[in-house]
């Protein structure tokens, strides 16, 4: 018998639902749950204030679902940190917000440099 395993929670409903779609080119049929719209009287919408996550319902998939969880987790970590600093020629690696390097005090480095 197969039942719904958790593997991934995600920042946001963007988030959960890109994992989602990675699973889904992978084959792994997944549910995204925490991220629903509640219908309340009157017509409006309510938003769950939980974070969302997404599932996975078939034992021999779970495995494999997991692997691309700790990838995906991965790229979204090394992407951050490559938009959030430059690297100086002395070898230093500078936060984003500093134009000079704090150790050999050279400028960022330009498109014409
Ligand atoms: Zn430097």
Request: aromatic share 8%; proline share 4%.
């Given at each position: 018998?197969?039942?719904l395993?958790k593997?991934y929670?995600?920042?946001n409903?963007?988030?959960?639902?890109?994992?989602?779609?990675?699973?889904?080119?992978e084959?792994?049929?997944s549910?995204?749950?925490?991220?629903?719209?509640?219908?309340?009287q009157?017509?409006?919408l309510?938003?769950m204030?939980?974070?969302?996550?997404v599932?996975?319902?078939?034992?021999?998939?779970?495995?494999?679902?997991r692997e691309l969880?700790?990838?995906f987790?991965?790229?979204?970590?090394?992407?951050?940190?490559?938009?959030?600093?430059?690297t100086?020629?002395?070898?230093e690696?500078?936060?984003?917000?500093f134009?000079?390097?704090?150790?050999?005090?050279?400028?960022?480095p330009?498109a014409?440099?």
């Amino acid at each position: 018998m197969s039942s719904l395993k958790k593997i991934y929670v995600a920042a946001n409903a963007v988030d959960a639902h890109m994992f989602k779609e990675l699973l889904e080119q992978e084959g792994v049929q997944s549910v995204v749950r925490g991220d629903d719209f509640v219908p309340l009287q009157g017509g409006s919408l309510f938003t769950m204030e939980t974070r969302p996550s997404v599932w996975v319902f078939d034992d021999e998939h779970v495995l494999r679902a997991r692997e691309l969880a700790d990838d995906f987790r991965r790229r979204a970590t090394s992407s951050d940190e490559t938009l959030a600093s430059w690297t100086c020629r002395c070898g230093e690696t500078i936060e984003e917000q500093f134009t000079e390097c704090w150790s050999c005090r050279r400028p960022k480095p330009d498109a014409r440099d």
